[in-house]
C-alpha cells in the first residue's frame, strides 16, 4: 500500500472521512503553490515532491493531533475567512511580564483589555530566550519551552483557551531568522555536527563576509556594527544580522524549513491564532544586495503559507517587514501574480508618516507617501499601530520627500533632532536610537505620550499644553483605528503612559534605549482610568471611544478601501474609507496648533458626496455646513454620507 501522505486512503484513515476530505479539499488548492515555492527555493538540494510529500505529512500529523475547540475554531473562520479583517477587531500589544508579571497574571487581567474591546492579543516573544542579554525575548534559546520567568506552555493554553472563550485572537511572536547562539542546534554547530553546522552560515575567514558587507545596511550600526561576528571556540564567522548572540539561520537548507514549520505548528496546535514573523526581509541572503526582500524570502513564506493553510487554516500570518513601501507591500501577496503569503503586514509607513505630520504641522510628505502606494490585496490588511517596542526608523523614501519639495536626508535628521527634544520648539521628550556616524541619521526611541508632549506638558504645568498632548494622543490614534488595518494600542498609551526614566538601570538593558519605552504597567495609574479628572481617565475614555464607534462602523473594517484626499490647508489629512455593504466615511484630522476651516471640495470631487453626517469627533458634535467644517486644534472628525 502507498502511503503517502496525499493518498485519500491514507488521509482518511488519519484524519476520518469528513475531516480527512476537507484536509485533501485543501491540499488541493495549496500543493500547486507549495510545489512551485519549493521547486524554485530547494529544487537544487532536494527532489521537490518529495520534500513536500514530507511537509504534507508533517501537516496531516499536526492536523490529526489538532484539538477538537481549535479545529471548530478553524472551520469557522474557513466560512468567514476575513473574520480577522472586521470592524470589532481591535489590538493590543504588551509583554506578558511587564502588563502583568507573566502569561497567568495576563489571563487575569483580560477584563482590562475587554474594556477598551480589545479582540486581538499580541503577547511580545514569550519563548524560553538565552539567559543574559536576550534582545527582549528575540534571542530564542528553546522553542518548544515558554520562558520560565512568564510561566509554563499549561499557561500558554491556559491563556489561549481564555481568550478564545472572550472572542480573543492570541497573537505570539516567531523569531525565524535567528535563534540564539545557545539554542541547541547552535550549539551542536559549535561542537561540529555536520547536520546543524548546515543550520547557519560559517565562514572561515573574512573574505566572503567583506564581500557581503559591502552591501550590507547595518541593523544596529552603535550596539551591534556589522553582520557577522567571530566564533570563539572555532575562530571562525557566522552570520549574525542583528546581535552577535544572534545567529541568522540558513533557510536555502531545507531542514531549517522543516524544523520552523515545526515550529509553527507546534505554537498553533497550543492555541495561537497569528504568527508575528520576525524580521522576514533577512531570510534569504545574495551576494552584492542588501540581503532583504529577495524573491527567494518570498518563495519561503509561500510555502510556510500553504503549509499552514493545509493543517491550520484558521491561522494568520503577519509579517513584521519595515521596508519601504514598494517592497513592502508583496509580503502580502502582491506580486506579478497573487500569491497567499502574510495576510497581515505592519503598516510602518503610516506611523512615520503620522509622526512627521505631528512634528512639521504639515500632512503633505503624508498625503503624497500614502497616495501612491498599491493598497493591500484582497482578503489581506495592514496591522495600524501608534507605537511598537522598536524604535522609530525615519523610514522616508527619498522620491516621496522630493516631490513635496523636502530635502529627505535633512528631513530625517531632523525628525530624529525633534523627537529627542533637541530640536528649538519641540514639544517631545525621547531619545536618538543609533546614531549612525556614516549617515548622520538615528531613529527615536519613547512612548508615545512623551513623543506626543505629554511629559513637557506637565513640567511646564501649564493645562493647555496638556490639552494639546492629550489631543494630540487622541488624534494619532483616531486615525490609527480608522485609516484601514487592525488597530494596536501599545500597552500603556491608553493610559498615557509616559517614557521609562529607569530603563537602564534593567541588568541587559543599559545600552538599549529601546527599554525607554518598554515600562511596567503602571496599575495605580490604570486604576485612575474611570476617572474623567485624571490623565488616565481622559485618554481611556477617548480610546475606549474610538473603539465602541469604530465597532459600529462597517466602513472602518480593515477590508474597506482608504482613498487619502489631498485637500489645499496642508495642516488636515483627509480619507475616505469606502466598503460595498456601507455608506463610505470621511475621516478629517488636523496637525495644526491653530484651529481651522477646512473646505470640503475636494472630497466631493472624488466621492460625489455632499453631505456628511457627524459620527464621532474630538471635542463634541461637528458637522459640516456648506461644504466647510471647522475642525479644533491637534483634533480629528469622522463623518459618513448622509
Ligand atoms: C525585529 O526588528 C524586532 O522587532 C526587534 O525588536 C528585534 O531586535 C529584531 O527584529 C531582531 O530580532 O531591525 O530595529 O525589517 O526592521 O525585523 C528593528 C524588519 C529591526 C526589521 C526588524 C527588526
Not at 475567512?81 to 481591535?90: R, V
Request: proline share 6%.
Amino acid at each position: 500500500m502507498n502511503d503517502s501522505p496525499t493518498e485519500p486512503d491514507v488521509v482518511r484513515a488519519a484524519l476520518g472521512d469528513l475531516e480527512g476530505e476537507a484536509f485533501l479539499q485543501r491540499l488541493a488548492l495549496v500543493r500547486p503553490d507549495l510545489d512551485e515555492a519549493l521547486a524554485e527555493v530547494y529544487g537544487d538540494r532536494v527532489d521537490p515532491a518529495a520534500f513536500a510529500d514530507l511537509l504534507v505529512a508533517d501537516a496531516l500529523a499536526a492536523t490529526a493531533a489538532r484539538d477538537p475547540a481549535l479545529a471548530a475554531l478553524d472551520r469557522r473562520r474557513e466560512i468567514d475567512p476575513g473574520w480577522f479583517l472586521a470592524e470589532d477587531m481591535i489590538g493590543y500589544v504588551c509583554y506578558a511580564d511587564r502588563f502583568a508579571g507573566g502569561l497567568a497574571g495576563v489571563t487575569t487581567h483580560l477584563d482590562h483589555l475587554a474594556e477598551l474591546g480589545v479582540r486581538y492579543l499580541h503577547l511580545m516573544p514569550l519563548l524560553q530566550p538565552r539567559d543574559g542579554e536576550n534582545d527582549g525575548g528575540y534571542a530564542v534559546a528553546d522553542y518548544s519551552a515558554v520562558d520560565r520567568r512568564l510561566g509554563t506552555m499549561a499557561d500558554l493554553e491556559a491563556l489561549a483557551g481564555e481568550a478564545h472563550r472572550r472572542g480573543i485572537a492570541l497573537c505570539v511572536d516567531l523569531v525565524l531568522n535567528h535563534t540564539a547562539r545557545d539554542h541547541q542546534w547552535a550549539r551542536r554547530a559549535v561542537a561540529g555536527d555536520p547536520t546543524y553546522r548546515s543550520f547557519y552560515r560559517f565562514f572561515p575567514d573574512r573574505t566572503e563576509p567583506d564581500a557581503y558587507e559591502r552591501t550590507l545596511p547595518e541593523v544596529f550600526p552603535d550596539l551591534a556594527p556589522g553582520s557577522f561576528s567571530k566564533v570563539e571556540e572555532t575562530g571562525e564567522w557566522v552570520w549574525t544580522t542583528f546581535h552577535d548572540y544572534q545567529w541568522d539561520l540558513d533557510w536555502s537548507n531545507p531542514q531549517v524549513f522543516r524544523a520552523m514549520l515545526g515550529v509553527m505548528l507546534s505554537l498553533t496546535g497550543r492555541g495561537v491564532d497569528v504568527l508575528r514573523l520576525d524580521a522576514v526581509p533577512f531570510l534569504w541572503k545574495r551576494l552584492g544586495t542588501d540581503c532583504q526582500n529577495q524573491p527567494e524570502a518570498h518563495r519561503i513564506l509561500q510555502a510556510l503559507k500553504a503549509l499552514v493553510r493545509l493543517a491550520r487554516p484558521g491561522v494568520v500570518l503577519k509579517a513584521e517587514a519595515i521596508v519601504g513601501p514598494d517592497q513592502l507591500v508583496p509580503y502580502l501577496g502582491a506580486h506579478e501574480v497573487f500569491r497567499p503569503e502574510c495576510d497581515l503586514a505592519y503598516d510602518n509607513q503610516l506611523m512615520v508618516m503620522l509622526w512627521s505630520a505631528l512634528a512639521t504641522r504639515d500632512v503633505r510628505l503624508l498625503v503624497h507617501a500614502l497616495s501612491r502606494r498599491q493598497p493591500a490585496p484582497a482578503g489581506t490588511g495592514w496591522v495600524t499601530y501608534v507605537r511598537c517596542h522598536d524604535d522609530i526608523g525615519w523610514a522616508v523614501a527619498d522620491e516621496d520627500a522630493w516631490a513635496v519639495g523636502i530635502d529627505p536626508g535633512a528631513h530625517r535628521r531632523f525628525l530624529a533632532s525633534f523627537f529627542a527634544g533637541d530640536h528649538p520648539g519641540s514639544f517631545a521628550r525621547g531619545l536618538v536610537f543609533q546614531p549612525d556616524p556614516v549617515t548622520g541619521d538615528g531613529r527615536t526611541s519613547g512612548m508615545c505620550a512623551s513623543l506626543a508632549g505629554l511629559e513637557h506638558a506637565l513640567d511646564l504645568g501649564i493645562p493647555a499644553e496638556v490639552d494639546a498632548a492629550l489631543r494630540r494622543i487622541e488624534t494619532l490614534y483616531a486615525v490609527v483605528y480608522s485609516f484601514g488595518g487592525i488597530p494596536l494600542v501599545y500597552m500603556g498609551d491608553e493610559v498615557a503612559l509616559r517614557n521609562d526614566r529607569r530603563w537602564a538601570g534593567e541588568p541587559g538593558h543599559e545600552a538599549d534605549n529601546r527599554w525607554l519605552h518598554r515600562p511596567r504597567m503602571d496599575w495605580a495609574a490604570a486604576d485612575r482610568r474611570h476617572d474623567p479628572t485624571t490623565l488616565e481617565g481622559r485618554c481611556f475614555a477617548a480610546l475606549r471611544r474610538l473603539g465602541e464607534v469604530r465597532r459600529s462602523a462597517v466602513a472602518l473594517r480593515s477590508d474597506a478601501s482608504t482613498t487619502v484626499v489631498p485637500l489645499d490647508d496642508p495642516g488636515v489629512l483627509a480619507y475616505v474609507r469606502r466598503h460595498p455593504r456601507a455608506q463610505p466615511m470621511l475621516g478629517l484630522a488636523r496637525f495644526s496648533d491653530d484651529p481651522g476651516v477646512v473646505d470640503l471640495a475636494p472630497v466631493r470631487a472624488v466621492t460625489g458626496v455632499d453631505r456628511w453626517r457627524h459620527v464621532h469627533s474630538t471635542a463634541g458634535e461637528q458637522a459640516p455646513a456648506d461644504g466647510r467644517i471647522s475642525l479644533p486644534a491637534w483634533g480629528f472628525v469622522w463623518l459618513t454620507a448622509d
